[in-house]
């Protein structure tokens, strides 16, 4: 599956450097649209009307722009949540269709099952470390044995 990146552009850029692997560009168009929507909830003080979530391919084409702000003053926010009608009263929001609520919930199943690889690998490699450094203190401390700790001389000490 080709892998696509999701940079923050505007005021406060950041750069995808891992990417995710969507089948096309309409299911990146999606996750691109649930990360602009979980940066608006999550980070509210990022939404402004310069700050987008710029999707690219592997090449570095740029594919699409999404908005991180709501895309119009009538409180529709990326074709998602309550809309206001002609004369301003509340719709309820659209129903997303089955295939997108599964293919939401792969994405998810996915991004947990790959942070919990990275975490697992990433604890591997932290205690491989720590008992490499503990046999190479084990191994010190056997060749030359530590001296008795400097006994502290009684009265004032120099600054």
């Known amino acids: 599956m080709p892998r696509y990146f999701f940079h923050l ?18 299911e990146a168009r999606e996750h691109g649209s649930f ?3 979980r940066v608006r909830t999550e980070k509210p003080e990022t939404v402004h009307e310069e700050n987008y979530i710029s999707v690219t391919n592997e090449t570095g084409d740029e594919l699409f722009k999404i ?10 926010a990326l074709g998602q949540g309550i809309t206001r009608g ?3 009263e509340k719709q309820p929001p659209k129903r997303i269709s089955k295939e997108v609520r599964e ?8 991004d947990a099952k790959s942070a919990m690889i990275d975490h697992a690998t990433t604890a591997m490699a ?5 008992e490499r450094l503990k046999a190479e203190r084990l191994a010190r401390e056997a060749v030359e044995p ?13 600054k």
């Open 9 to 26: 552009a505007g005021r406060l850029p950041a750069n995808d450097l891992v990417g995710h692997e969507c089948a096309n560009d309409k």
């Open 35 to 37: 990360i602009a929507r």
């Open 67 to 76: 908005s991180i702000a709501s895309t119009s003053s009538a409180g529709t």
């Open 86 to 88: 002609e004369r301003g």
């Open 103 to 110: 293919a939401r919930k792969a994405l998810r199943d996915g």
């Open 126 to 130: 932290f205690n491989t470390n720590r």
């Open 146 to 158: 530590t001296p008795p700790p400097k006994k502290k001389k009684a009265g004032l000490m120099k």
